[in-house]
């Protein structure tokens, strides 16, 4: 009796598989028909070109169209130059957040303004709030523009 489920079991995985590969073969042909009606579209052709030397006085960007144009001209259509700005973008969000904190301290008469400055708040001298979040927010929007300041110059 138990060799029937078992049984049972597996032809019921291998109806399951059949029909998920029937439906997956369905798909895949629904877009290889779509993509070969359509228009090409740059997004759907994309090479990663990586260490590009730059000449004097061009951008990168203005490089590769010059590169793409001379030694592919029939298939070239255009070309997008991606920077990480994975630093300043976390800068930025750290700055936001922390004027947040800032404006919603500001705007709460009961908030507390004073904290311990050492170990979880049980020991050390006590520090303004307000000043600390004033003076990190400082820091923070130097180290913004200084990172603005580099990635513009690694447009140039």
Known sequence: MLWFHFCSVYI???????????EYKYISLK?????YSS???AHQFTI??????????????????NFFTEYYPSTYLSNVVVRRTNRLRGLINDAKKLYRRLVHLQSEPNQPKLKRGCCFGLFGRKVDLVDQYEKKLEDLEENVRLEQSEVSLAEE
């Open 12 to 22: 019921v995985t291998v109806w399951v598989c059949y029909l998920l590969y029937y």
């Open 31 to 35: 877009r290889i028909a779509y993509f």
């Open 39 to 41: 228009k090409p579209q």
């Open 48 to 65: 990663l070109v990586r260490s590009i030397p730059v000449s004097a006085g061009s951008s990168v960007g203005d490089t590769v169209e």
